[in-house]
């Protein structure tokens, strides 16, 4: 027969006397609730002013953007210029060369604010593209550790970029804080600086919210952020030329230089029965400006040199970067366009190229 079970004894609370009991929790409840109506009430204060007149569209908050020390502000991107297709299109084309650079340490960014805030993508890809290493720690939890080592990779940032002439739009506590737009800014930098093999959209500007605390209250500012201009402003080429002209201030002429271009390249690439008609898309490859090279300056290109039919974005680049290597071995300075943007299809830096060899080669029959 088996015993009943012990029960534990049952402490019993100790009883308050009534007007004690009830005024505490009366006074309790009351400050619980003002807490949470000041809570509220900032919130609201906040959405109120986002939510002006003057803005475009609802802003989508989070609580703590409305909650603010005096002084203090915060940015947030208009929800309709998250939508622009510029926008995407920057973002996905960052991220996908984020991946490719750093495919080979298995790191895979799908998130550009929640993926690079901490540092620790930022120092991969720094010490991929400038093939050095960086003296931080490899991984680090706490806020202050990740603080450190953000420190530490924007100053190697810093330095390789303010001698050219970079305006600096981020720092550790923008980037530490998941604030896209300097995320932005800081890598559409080093795509530039680091000739990154992609076209990034030109002219993407976007909407920002601009939220201060000033006096007890909050105070909202529209104002447009700049992303990218032109390529050629991006990477600093701010000196302008005869296509700039051209370009900008006598697009009827176009056509003649074109067709006087066409005249030259047939010419010679004619001795090889080939034939170029559309000066944009031809020589996108690279095949017929390396051909071209070898045909002015009478000698054969061996084959296994280029690729003769290309297929890849990274083949095609290849093409372009050797034929711009036998422009220099024939005393031609450096190109001012980028092998990348012959294969985008740039009509300008194709032009540019082009109206070099020109210049060097028109009176070789």
Known sequence: MSSAPLRSPTLRPHRMKKDESFLGKLGGTLARKKKAKEVS????????????????????????DTLLEENEERTMIDPNSKEDSKFKELIKVLIDWINDVLVEERIIVKHLEEDLYDGQVLQKLLEKLADRKLNVA????????????????LEAVHD???????????????????????????LVALAMHFRAPIRLPEHVSVQVVVVRKREGLLQTAHVTEELTTTTEMMMGRFERDAFDTLFDHAPDKLSVV??????????HLNKLNLEVTELETQFADGVYLVLLMGLLEDYFVPLHNFYL??????QKVHNVSFAFELMQDGGLKKPKARPEDVVNLDLKSTLRVLYNLFTKYKNVE
């Open 41 to 64: 009430d900032l919130q609201e204060e906040g959405k109120n002013a986002i939510n002006a007149p003057m803005s475009p569209a609802t802003i989508d908050i989070h609580p703590e």
């Open 138 to 153: 490899e991984v680090t939890q706490s806020e202050i550790g990740q603080k450190q080592k953000l420190q530490t990779v």
């Open 160 to 186: 390789l970029l303010r001698p050219h002439g970079w305006t600096i739009k981020w720092n550790v506590d923008s980037i530490h804080g998941k604030n896209l737009i300097s995320i932005l800014h800081l």
């Open 258 to 267: 074109k067709k006087s271009l066409i005249t030259f390249v047939n010419k």
């Open 309 to 314: 039919t290309p297929e890849s974005f990274d």
